[in-house]
């Protein structure tokens, strides 16, 4: 079976566009997470969607969207993309919200 | 809030050696749960070892244990027979019982490198 697989795999965007990162979880896995790891630190929790509806969100600002879709793969969204948002972004899935998180390799976003 | 903290930003060890990589967590629940992660060269989060709280028992995965500590609220790690394949950025993470939205909150990382 085929992991969690995320696209692009990098990307470059200017200050001020808007980025869409892709993310299609592991078949039958319901839900996904959203993580952003800046250089040099941990990954912080950003989002979590399960059956298309949002259970948790992290402190970050309503640039930030996503969704999830019928099929349970997800989109994040990061609107008027700030210098600070480059960073790697994850994407986890799991069978509910409470089971073993497997993780891509996540989405290098690079902000100039 | 939850927070966890890792002390030590580089860790080395000789092949086929043992390490110990240290964590330490706050919170004010009883029940929880403590993840080790290894994240290799290829960036994905890899799940090395779970410990839920109310065990006393500390959790173990062939060459990999930990050394729970409930009331210091420390988690550390031991890796026996060190491999070069070890070699990788490690994150120890907490993550409420009663989960609310599937959060890790995870440390700083530790970057292990293996001397052949």
């Known amino acids: 079976d085929a992991g969690v697989t995320q696209s692009p795999t990098h990307l470059i965007k200017t200050r001020g566009q808007q980025v869409t990162l892709r993310c299609s979880p592991i078949s039958g896995h319901k839900s996904v997470s959203w993580y952003q790891q800046v250089l040099g630190q941990g990954p912080q929790f950003i989002f979590q969607?399960?059956?298309?509806?949002?259970?948790g969100r992290g402190n970050f600002p309503d640039r930030f969207s996503a969704r999830q879709f019928p099929n349970y793969s997800s989109e994040l969204n990061v609107n008027a993309l700030l210098l600070g948002d480059s960073a790697l972004y994850l994407c986890?899935?799991?069978?509910?919200?409470?089971?073993?998180?497997?993780f891509g390799s996540g989405t290098q976003l690079s902000v100039l | 809030a939850q927070t966890v903290t890792q002390s030590q930003p580089e860790m080395s060890v000789q092949e086929a050696e043992t390490v110990t990589l240290s964590c330490t967590y706050d919170t004010s629940e009883s029940d929880y749960y403590l993840f080790w992660y290894k994240q290799p060269p290829s960036r994905q989060m890899i799940l090395v070892i779970r410990q839920e709280a109310y065990k006393q028992q500390n959790a173990t995965e062939n060459r990999f244990s930990v050394n729970f500590q409930k009331a210091a609220k420390s988690f550390s790690l031991k890796i026996s027979d060190s491999q070069l394949g070890d070699a990788a950025m490690y994150f120890c993470?907490?993550?409420?019982?009663?989960?609310?939205?599937?959060?890790?909150?995870f440390g700083q990382g530790t970057e292990l490198s293996v001397k052949p």
């Open positions: 993470a907490y993550r409420r019982f009663y989960n609310q939205g599937g959060k890790l909150i």
């Open positions: 986890a899935s799991s069978l509910a919200t409470n089971e073993k998180l497997f």
């Open positions: 969607y399960y059956e298309k509806e949002e259970r």
